[in-house]
Structure formats: C-alpha cells, structure tokens
C-alpha cells in the first residue's frame, strides 16, 4: 500500500484537478444535478465511495489508515458525500454473509452507485419487537412468493432494489423462521404509498407486496438464519445514528436559546419569563452533560477504565433532551407555537412546531425509551429479572 | 358546590352523544383540515346544534335562549371535546358572543343575540397582541371615535360577522385600567382580516385595525366584563379539554390492551401500568377541578377566578402528561397522521396554550390568593 | 329505643353535669390526667365508649343514628374522645369473629378502657408483602409458644395484650398458615425495644418474642384463617386512616401558605422567588383537586353515578401531596431548613424539616405508592395482567 | 479538558479507599452524630488525612503543600462522600483556608497554610446572612477598622480558629461591588459563636462579630476572590455529592437485587428497573459534569463559573432523585434510623442546599450565557 503521506498528495491532486468550485459546499440538497452526477460517477471509478472495500467488487481497496485519510481529505475539501443504504448497511453485511455470486451481482452497482436500495424490515405489527413480523415467503421453485406489508420505509419510492426480512419458515420460534431476501422494487406485485406522519412530512413510505418475486439464490446468509444477519446490519445503521442533537431530521437552523430569546425578550439581561429561564438552563446543562457523558465514554474505554456501558442511557436521554427542547421552543411561543402554515407565523415557530411534533419518534424509533431502560436494568445495571 | 352532574346534565350529556356520534366522528375534523374550505367547520352542525338549543344555553329566554349555565354549556363542551368537533363553541358563544351577553347593552343584546341563538351570527373577540397570552397587554387604542391596531389569535376570526375589539382608552400595554370592549363589524371600513392556520386544523386570525370608527352604542363594558368573559370561556376550553384529554386516555388504554409486543400485551408491563395510572389520577383531577370552577361561575362564588385558573392548570398539565403518553405508548404507529391519536395530541397542546397555559395560571393562582 | 331528640336532650344533660369545664378543649395531650381518669371510667360506664356495642360485652347498644348523635353531642362539648387500638380495630374484628368466651374476656376491657392493646402484624422482612411473615407459633399443650420478631408495633411500650399474625403451618401456601392471636405483653418472652426513625422520633417499637406463650383458645377465627380476619381488621384501620392532611404526625402549626410567605418574602405582594411561587401555587392547586376528587367520588356513589373507584388514587396522590408540600416547605428555607435541633432555627423550621423526613412515610406505610398503582391498572382500569 | 481520572488521580483515589475503607465506615459518622461532642469530626482522622497529604493537596510546596488541583481534591471528596466522613474538607479547606490561598497576602499565607497542611488550624468562612444562598446578600459592615454583624451558615465554624469574614465596605446588601474579605481570630474580642447542629449530623455556626477589630494586613481580597472561592468549594461539595449520591444509589441498586416481596425480588418488577435506570443517568450525568467542571477550574477555563453552576445543578438534580426513591424504595426499612440509606438521604439534602441549590445555579448559568 502507497506511503500514507504520498497517497494523501494524490488525492489531493485528484481533488484539486476535478473537483468543481461548484460542488465544495458539503452536503446540500441544492447542488447542481449535472455537475454532481460526473463527480459521483468519477468517485465510483475510483474506488472513492466504497474505499475499504476490496477492488474486485468496485471498491477502493485501502486499508483503514488509508481509508480515513480519503475521508478527511475530502471532507477538507468539502466534497460532496455519497451516503446511502447501500453503502453504509448492505455493503458490510454482504461482505460478511454473502456468496461469492451475491457479492458480484451486487457489490459493484453499489460501488458505483449505480442502483438505489431500500430497507424492508418494521411491520405495523411488530414495532418494538421487530422479530415477530409476518411478512411471508413462500418457495415457488427457484423462487420465493412474498406477501405482507413494510412501513418506515425510507427512499422505497426512489429504490431499485429491497433488502427485506421476511418469514420463510412459519413454524419455527418467531426468531428462527426470518431470511433475509433481496428483490426488485420495478415489479408487478410491489406496491409503494407515502406515509404521512403528524407533521405532515412524508419522508418514509408503506410498502405492499402481493405475491413479489424474489430469486431463492438471493437469499443472504442461511436459509431462516436472518435475524443474525439483520442484527449485525443494524449495528452498522447504529454506528452512524444520532449523530446531530436536533432529533429526527437535524438540528433547526437557529439555536434554542436565540429562538428562546426573540420569542420571549429580555428584561435586564435576563429572558423575561422565569420559568422559561430556568427550563432553557436545565436544558442546556442537560445537553452539556449528555455530549460530555458520551465522550467520557469513548475516553474510559480508550483508557481501559472500567465503566458501565453507557449506549441505551445516552439514546433514552438525547431523546428527552431533544424532545424537552422542542417543547421549551413552542412553550415559549405561545399560541404563536401552534402554526401549521404560514401566514401569521414566522418561518422559526413553524420549524419549531414541525420538529416539536416529529421529535415525538425519538423516543419510539431506533429502540424506544421503554426499551432502552429495559436494557440498562438488565445488562447495565445487572438486575436479574 | 356541584362536583357531579345533576339530572338534566346527565340528560343533556346522553343527548350530546347520540348527536355527536351520530353526526360527528373524529374522520369529520379530518376531512374539515383537509379539505381547508372557507370555514374550517360544518355549517350544517352549527345549524343542528342550534336546534338543539346548544347555541342559547347562556342565553336568556328572551334573546331565544334556555337560560341554563356555564356548567350546562361545560357538558356539550365535554362531549365535543371528545370527537374533537371544531365548531366555533368557544370562541363564538364564550368568546365572542358572550361579551355582548354580560354587556349592559341592551340594544346590541336584542339585536344580536337571538341571532346567535339561531346559529346565525358568529362573533368573534379580538383580545390578544402578543405571543403568549396575558390579557391586559393591549396597545390597540381606542381614540377620537376609531379603533387602530393589529389583533392576532383571533379564533376563528375569519369567519366571523361581527368583533370584540378590546382597545385602549387610557393607559399603556400591560394596564387594567383604559381598557374598553366595542362590538364592530368584520366588514366595516379598515378591518382587514387574515386567516392563520393552525397545527390542531382549527383557525385564527389576524386582525388589522386601520382607524376603524365605531359609536359610542358599540361600547360593551371595560376590564371588568373582560375578566367575566375570559373565566367563562377558559373554564369553557378546559371543559373541552378535559373531553379531548380523556378520549386521549380511553383510546390509549385499549391501545395498551389490544396491542401485542414480545408475545404479550404492553398493557403487561409495569411500567406502562404505573403511567397509566398517573394519566388516570391527573384525569380525575381535572374533572374534579373543572366541574367546581364551572359551578363556581354559575353559583358566582367569591372565589369563583380562584377556581377558574386552578382549572385551567390542571386541566393543561393532564392534557400534557396524557397527550405526550398517548403518543408514546401508541409507539410507531401514534407517529402516523392517519392513526387519529395524533389529532388528539396536537388539539390538547392546542388548548393547553390558549387563554393562558399552566404556568400563567399558576401564577394568576398565586396572585389571587395574596402571595 | 328511646327518641332520638331525647336522647340527645339526655346526653347533653349529662355532659352538663359531668363533663368538668378542664377537659371540654378536644383531643389534647395536656389535659389534667385525674379529670380525664375519672370521665374516661365515667364514659366507660355509661357505655360511650364504644356507644355500638352490645349492652353484654359493655357496650351502649346504641343504633346507628343514636350512636352518630352521641358523637355528635360529645363533638359539640369538645368532649375529649378514646380512641385506641381495641376500640377501632380488635373490638369490631371480636364481634364478628370472636368466640362467646373471647367476646365475653376482652370487650369489656376495651369498653371499660383498662387493657391497653397494640398490634402485631409488619415483621422486617415483610414490607408490602404482609403473608410473607415468618413469627411462629408452635404448639405446646393448650399454649402455642412464639418465636419471632414484630415492627412498626405502635404503643407497644404501654400494651397490656397485643393481637399478632404469627405463622401456625409451616407447609401450607403462605395466606393459609397464618393464625390471628392474643396474648399478654407482660410476660418473659416479649421484649421491647423503641424504634428510632429517620425524625429522630420514636412512636413505634420492635416487638421480639422468644419463646412468649398465648392460649389456644386465644386463636380469634379459625386456626391457620388469620389472614380473612386480619384484612377485616385492616379495613376497621383504613376507615380511619388518611383524614389529616398533614401526613403522619397531622398538619403543621402553620399553614404551608403562611410559613413560605415567612421565609421568602413578598415583593410587589408575590413570593420573591418565583419558582418557590409556582411550586406552592401547584401544590395548592393539587391540594383543592385532591380533595374535590374525594367529595365528588362520594357524591357520584351517592348518586349510584357509575364512575371508577378512586380510593387508591387518594391515598398515593395524597401522599404525594403531603410530601410535595415539605419539599417546598424545606427548599423555601434554603439552609435554615437542615436544622435537626436548635439553637439557630425556628420552631417552625425543625418542624417542617422533621416533617420532611417523616412523610417519606406516606408513599410507604398503608400500601406503597408502587401496590397503589398496581390496584389501580389492575382493577380501576382493567388492565389484564 | 479531562472527563476522566489520570493515572495519578487513579492512584489518589486507591489509596483514599483504602484508608477510608479501614478508617472510617459509616458507622463513624453515626457515632460521632450521636455522642454530639465538641468537635463533631475525628482529630485522629484529621490528623492523618494530613498525614496522607490531603489537607495540602491544593498549597504549593513552600506552604507544606504538594500544590496538585482541586480535580485532585475532588478525588478524595469523592471517596469521603461515599462513607459521609464528616471531616471540615470542605468548609476548612477549600472556603476557609482556599481563601486565603487564593489572596495575594503572602503574610497570612506563610503564617497559616503550613498549619492548615499539618492540620493544625481549622479556618472557617463566615459569608452566608440568609436563609437562602446569595453570595452577596452581605450587610456586615467593615468601618472604622471594625467588623460588626452576623453571619449564619458558617459550616464548622465552631471549631475554626480563624475565620474568613466577608463584609462590605461600601454599598447595599445585594451589590457585588464593596466586599472585602478579612482573616479574624475566632477568639477575638467581640466575636461570639454559636454552635447548630444540622440533620445530617454536620454543625454549622451563628457567628456575631459586635466591633471586632481587625487591621489593614489582615485583608485578603474583595469580591473576585470570593467568586473563586465559591467557585471551587462549590465543585467539591459537588465531588462530595457525587460519591454520596453514588454509594446511595449502589447500596439501592443492591437492595433491589436482594429484596424479597411476593415470593420476586423487588427488582424484577419493571416499573422499579425503570426507575432505577433513570436514577442511572441521572448519576453519571453528574460524575461528567462535575468532572468537566474540576478540570475547567485546574485549566482557568474561560467559561468555568458556567462549568461549576452546571455541575451544582446537575448534581443537586441528581441527589435529589436518588435521595428520595432510595428511601422509597428500601419501604419500610428506609425509614428506621438504624439502616444507614437514611443518612446518606439527610446529608444529600443538606449538600443540595448548600451553596446554592439547582434552582439558583441554573440561574446563575442563565445569567452567565447571556439570557
């Protein structure tokens, strides 16, 4: 492998030669179409948006040291990034679990990003306990017939191609009869409806499926041993959640505390309503005490210094933190807090009261409260049950 | 003190349901947001529940009214709660219409009062200047005969025929004293009125005052007839609440009944069965508090603002605790607009911060009992 | 049965005549101790002691209506009223359970106030769960000889006899083999020893047997059927429990109201501190729908309006309440509320701090916060379990 | 910024258990409660704590000190917190001596800080003349070269044989401006002490100063040096808190694997698992902050003052939970004075209070960030 220093050169080089003006802006939406299009497939030729993966199926072969050098040079260069379900959850869990003919067939289109996946897994049955969903494939010759429905999808109205749980043994334990299968979107017996969510938004969709069509050579891992194979993609998908403290869809574009200020004012240097006061402070210690905890976290463990794990408590609290942040938002609006469109509001308050609704799910997805403390008391804290 | 219903409010409650069950499911509000046609509610219901002789419970038999009570009114208030009916009962008959009620003026009373009865003439008031609500901060003046300044929160001021304007005679934004209620019309020369649309699919508005002229005959009352109109309406809205908040919990304890996780029903598990019986205990609260303040209103207790604003407390504190665990327990699927749960949580945060949230209450609370 | 308006003209004529001007002043502990001896025997003899019981056991065979209207009239002279264990709880439980024998022994002891009682029932290891104790009582001839130890005994310093739960067979599922005893304290074998609360106060005991010795006939109910007789008894205790809403050990000198106003001063005619504010505005607020909660389940079960039970919704909001009301009472004095004993502090502070301590007993004795909660999902709600 | 022990504070906090381990169970706190004698702390103990270096951790080495941070203290409040050892760390060390530490009056230090590190002088601050904290709620004047007024609050001030006294030479109780800070004999002439002894089994004292005189070179600092030393001993105190509040939750966390009610232990019911992971956050909530705040003090962080009232609030918060469901949920037992959950209630309430509860710190951090 090129010497570190060399190899950071080159893709600096590279960066500098082809890189447009245009595109150094990180990650928006408002990118020109074109132009992000030729960097895209020019990052996919390199290797640069799979880099750790091996070359023969499209990746860029770099070992981690390498890998995080590409990564911090293009962040440098505020290039734009290509994350995607593919990238960040598929691609790992079939370099581990799948055949050599999985991994051909489908490595490569994700390399070059090439086909858009979706992720099949929550039912409206199964919620929190995700294992007891119902989804049915049943074997037609070298093909499986699935049935059943998906909800939470994210992009399914944009995907090419489903990663799905789906149940192909029914009389097993519930955990014991799940394959994890791979099929197309573009076909009959697929069905795609916009789930509208109590903010209006519709960023995930229901899917139907009514007799779809799934090769049985594009089942991942063993036969009913899906659980395990989705267990380890989710921990893929956990290593890059809650990274921003804005709660489901990002922070809002002004900090609380100047929000907090226009809404309710200043009288001698102080917000002119105590209680919001001392609700905004409380707040803002919380915050401040949750990102140092998840850094002391990171810092004990670095240090071999014996702690209890930290992971369920920081979920269940950065969901309260997040949510007691809207709720000191529209608090401090008044009935000004409780716009759906404008006229009469400003844009702030109706951003406000969107994520106040919406960050009601921060404590249900991705594990609710009630799940997380389930799991400290056991694993954490050691309580028998 | 009345704390249960007497016979006729049994009575009045069974017939409450049947109509609103009848002709008003929760799919009825949501059509309403939906379809976010000129009024925002059903012209027809009004017209129904002014056969049923909703609309004239304040009224006196004179103005086509039964001459019942607020209590009377907090009933069908309840019952509507429930379905989430979005009906102009608040803010046209304990807002709008009732300033001319408690008015002395006996000519606006007779000529508008009867309308009102019928279902035929929506009065709006026009009060609040600021984003959270405090009653007395009114700049709007009220001078050489005209009206000028902008009211916003104006519920369901966009469909409204005539205004209660609250204006300034005297004295600055935060002052009792100067204040002056004129009863105006939604068209008259310099109103201008915006429609403001809320996240609870009900509306407001914006009201511009441009030198309106009013007569002295408009004049309704000061401070005084303010105060009596505000504790009526909040009791009003709490009773409303305390309907939306406890349809929340019913619908939230099937939910914990029927739904399955992990082979068994989450109503299993301990920890939901403590907060459940929380949401219960605030509930019961609530019932309890607010069916004093609407007997103390009607009995005119002494301490009948004492009650008023205890009501509205804990009526906002239920109704925030059995919202957000309503949509908690409903887990993924209370996330979803189509699961109605939803309505009923943002109709309760609705509620919760108009005429005064907990903390204003409080605080009112405190102030009236000298500390 | 004589007229009930004249009776009443009689009872007054007695209390005219008998009851000295000294002890007409309530249910005080500062009374001349000769005076109120000799009305007490007085009481004793008229049979107004326990007005209801039968004329045999000592009673005053009173009915219903002529018994409240004796209360009522010794309520007008502020007549100072007995009240103990063998009145309110063992009395009613001998009546319905009793032998003729055991009626006949101990009623008019009671009714004559001269055998003082106290309770056996908690152990250490019991808590909330009540059956689960372990005193024994082994058989011996016609004695059973006990072995064990009691808590939470009240009076147990001052008791004559004590009516006890002691276990009687030791194979049987734990509500079945308990017995319901009487037995005499003065006797080797029974140990007291005060027990020092967190208050620094000491109004209970610990009761230790070694080897005590009750008569088998002392057995109230059938042998190993204590525990029917034992929730009997604990209802007589219930009916009246909870009236004082001060928490245990009754209301305060001063009201809440007038003692935060003293330690935070008004400014502008509001608290200076304004959370302090809010907390007791709440608190008041909490206060009246409490019980406007009782009275409305009262009325609506008057009314026959079918409504869900409130009584376990009472006692843990109560408790609350109560304790709320010594955090606020003790956070108002800031530093001045950590006094155990003077110099330094107010009366009024060491009050409220020792109250403080002392209602963290009103979540736990007479059902905990956690079982009234579970009664409540279990069946107010009707939450299958 | 440190978020974590270093390998030296590992060590400190080693050789700290093991001493107090041995030294001083709980039990010695109980005993010293009880026999209320002259001191209420062990001198036997005090004296080793300085053999052990402790008293001199923050004095520099011409003072007999090992001139370590107070993060360093902060270990050994911790481990102390966890046994409540009663000894004056706080008052004597980081109000009392801290002040004159923190002075630029190299006289008083040379004459005092040695004996502190032998452990030989006790100096007590004498700030507080409120029920509740306000650093600079102070009237006692300094006129005339004489100090009159008197003071509450003063922790273990009747054992100090000096006091720091903190008057005002210019100004209204309130004002931060005109404060100065003098070093009195506690056996001066007009200054009389009063011992009062607190539920946690700690005293404080009544300390009137009636014309004491004092001269120009006993001064120390004004209100600068009063912040820094509030500052720092308010962090300790929260070092203290944390072990206390952490030994609490432990012993509770113990109980409920132990416990046995309806044939389960009590900690298999959900509800109580709930409750005991909330009291788990809140707990290692506090140990990030208050760390964070004692390596914001060692590095002069700009924003420290922030860092110190956000780690009192946090860990008042947290002492205030596990204080109160420890005792709920050791039931009965909780409530006898014989098992020691209740001591470790009382001396988290008394922490809590002390030097500004969560309310007055969240303030301060208000008014720190600008709102």
Partial sequence: MADLEAFKEEVRAVLAERLPEELRKGNRSDLPHDLLGKWIV??????????????????????????????????????????????????????????????????????????????????????????????????????????????????????????????????????????FILFPMHQEGVKVAPLTLIDGSAHFSQVFFDGARAKVSNVVGPLNGGWTVAKRLLQHERSTDGSSDGGIGGAAKESITDFVKRQVGLENGELADPTIRERLAAHEIDKRALSLTMRRAVEEARAGQRARDIGSLGKFRWANMVKNEQDIAVDSSGSQGLGWEGPGYEDAQIERTKKWLITRADSIWGGTNEIQKNVIAKRVLGIPE | MAVILSEEQLMLRESAQTFLADQSPVTRMRELRDAFDDTGYTPEIWKQMADLGWLGILLSEDHGGSDMGVADLGVVLWECGKVLAPEPLVSALLLGANAVRLSGNQTLQKDLLPAVAEGDRIVALALEETARFHPYNVATTFS????????????????????????????????????????????????????????????????????????????????????????????????????????????????????????????????????????????????????????????????????????????????????????????????????????????????????????????????????
Avoid at chain 2, 329 to 354: P, V, W
Wanted: aromatic share 8%; hydrophobic share 40%; net charge negative.
């Fill in chain 1, 42 to 179: 020019e990052m996919g030729d390199r290797g640069w948006i799979t880099p750790d993966w091996p070359t023969e199926y499209g990746g860029g072969g770099l070992d981690r040291e390498h890998t995080a050098a590409l990564k911090a040079e293009l962040k440098k260069a505020k290039a734009p990034i290509v994350s995607s379900f593919g990238v960040s959850m598929l691609g790992p869990t079939l370099l581990e679990y799948g055949t050599e003919e999985q991994k051909k067939e489908f490595l490569p289109q994700i390399s070059k990003n090439t086909v858009r996946w979706c992720q099949g897994f929550s039912e409206p049955g199964s919620g929190s306990d995700l294992a007891s969903l119902q989804c049915r494939a049943e074997k037609e010759g070298d093909e499986y017939v699935i049935t059943g429905q998906k909800i939470w999808t994210t992009g399914a109205d944009r995907a090419d191609w489903i990663f799905c749980l789906v149940r192909t043994d029914f009389d097993a334990p519930k955990h014991e009869g799940i394959s």
């Fill in chain 2, 144 to 371: 050489g005969g005209a009206i000028s300044g902008t009211k916003i929160h104006v519920l369901d001021g966009h469909v409204a025929d005539q205004i209660v304007v609250v204006a300034r005679t005297a004295g600055n934004a935060g002052d009792r004293e100067g204040l002056a209620l004129y009863l105006v019309d939604a068209d008259a020369k310099g109103v201008s009125i915006t429609r403001n649309r809320r996240m609870d699919g009900r509306n407001a508005a914006t009201v511009e005052f441009d030198g309106v002229e009013v007569g002295a005959d408009r004049l309704l009352g000061d401070a005084d007839l303010l105060d009596q109109v505000i504790d009526q309406a909040t009791v009003g809205l709490a009773s409303e609440m305390l309907g939306t908040a406890e349809e929340a919990f019913e619908r939230t304890l099937q939910y914990l009944k029927d739904r399955e996780q992990f082979g068994e029903k989450i109503g299993t598990f301990q920890a939901l069965r403590h907060r459940a019986a929380e949401m219960f205990s605030e509930l019961e609260f609530a019932r309890s508090i607010v069916r004093d303040a609407l007997s103390a209103l009607d009995e005119g207790r002494a301490d009948a603002a004492v009650c008023v604003s205890a009501a509205k407390a804990q009526a906002s504190k239920a109704s925030r605790l059995i919202g957000a665990e309503a949509v908690q327990m409903h887990g993924g699927t209370g996330m979803t607009d189509e699961e109605e749960i939803g309505l009923f949580f943002k109709r309760l945060k609705a509620a919760e911060l108009s005429l005064g949230d907990e903390t204003y209450h409080q605080r009112r609370f405190a102030t009236l009992q000298g500390y």
